[in-house]
């Protein structure tokens, strides 16, 4: 299909039309060919004036936290209230195959069947941050078809996996009760970006659920609240982060989430924050791009592809130090 097929199919096609469209244009950006490259690039320059009227939640937590079945639950609950649900969940890739299952779908049995719904599967491809490299691109994709609550589920929370919260409205973060050590996610440098903790699977022990809960909302103040020592003043203006508690697999809670969600939305819609921090993520994702591209003219030129394998070696030998082959190499590049 070309460009403008995907287009219109995208933006005005019936609901199968689309969707196949959805996922040939996903497929298109994910693409390393340069031809295909260039393609997507147009396309997504096409379907810009359709984007930009959803919301973007972003969610992530440990694995086994219950990301997947809450996100069902979730989407369920909004299709059931007139809105579109696209889900875009990133699976890790193996680092000795470089494969990934791609099965979330599977968890997702009831909403990966709905004709509302669109779910798409992603591979991290050694990408840091939770994310895939193209996410940003497809859920600009998913905007332009009409999908007006786009999902990002990450693959987990590490030290640099906090990516997500750089291109969504809204950072989710899951937390278990009972999980050990209360700080772990202090240190993981991860609370401070959450704009909303929650505490799933409460029903299992719902005393360990409420301890977790006013541990996590101490540790918010402790953190002052994003970094900011001013927001430790209460401000009605002001978005204070919360902590709730639901059990996923029983559907309890979920409209409590979606009202602190709402709650949320209209006010960093009011007071311009969210505007705010949309034009900073397209500054930052740009210059993601940006470094991204030189790294892969880096590795093409032709003085460098000559040189690298001897200057590696020469590192691995110990003969030269790692610094000093790689102002070499760039050196070559310039």
């Known amino acids: 299909m070309t460009s403008v097929d995907l287009y219109a199919g ?8 689309q ?3 959805m996922a040939k244009a996903i497929t298109l950006l994910e ?5 295909h490259r260039a393609q997507g690039d147009g396309l997504l320059t096409s379907l810009l004036p359709h984007t930009g009227k959803s919301f973007r939640l972003g969610i992530s937590g440990v694995p086994g936290v219950g990301k997947s079945t809450f996100i069902e639950a979730l989407g369920l609950y909004l299709i059931d209230k007139g809105h579109r649900v696209a889900v875009l969940t990133i ?3 193996s680092t000795v195959s470089g494969g990934s299952i791609l ?14 719904a669109y779910i798409r599967p992603s591979p991290s491809s050694g990408t840091l941050g939770g994310v895939a490299e193209k996410t940003r691109e497809a859920m600009l994709v998913c905007e332009a078809a009409g999908y007006d609550i786009v999902i990002v589920e990450t693959v987990g929370v590490g030290q640099s996996e906090t990516a997500v919260a750089n291109m969504t409205d809204m950072f ?6 009972n999980a050990g050590d209360d700080l772990q996610a202090i240190k993981k440098g991860v609370m401070e970006l959450a704009d909303l903790v929650v505490i799933n699977k409460a029903d299992i022990d719902p005393d360990a659920a409420t301890r977790a809960r006013a541990q996590i909302m101490s540790s918010l103040r402790l953190l002052g609240l994003h970094g900011n020592p001013e927001n430790m003043h209460h401000d009605q203006a002001i978005w204070h982060p ?9 559907g309890e809670g979920v409209d409590r989430f979606w009202a602190s969600v709402s709650e949320y939305r209209g006010l960093q ?7 705010a921090r949309r034009q900073q993520q397209a500054k930052s994702w740009m210059w993601e791009r940006i470094d991204a591209g030189l790294k892969q003219r880096f590795r093409e030129h032709p003085n460098v592809r000559t040189a690298l394998a001897e200057t590696t070696q020469q590192v691995l030998a110990g003969g030269l130090p790692a610094s000093t082959a790689a102002r070499a190499l760039l050196d070559l590049f310039d």
Do not use: F, Y
């Open 10 to 17: 995208i933006v005005q096609g019936a609901a199968l039309v």
């Open 19 to 21: 969707r196949r469209a």
């Open 31 to 35: 693409s390393t060919r340069a031809d």
């Open 91 to 93: 699976d890790p890739s």
């Open 103 to 116: 099965g979330d779908k599977t968890r997702m049995e009831h909403l990966s069947v709905h004709e509302k």
């Open 172 to 177: 989710v973060l899951m937390q278990l009760p």
């Open 242 to 250: 919360q902590v709730i508690q639901l059990s996923a697999l029983k």
């Open 269 to 275: 819609s009011g007071n311009g924050c969210m505007k």
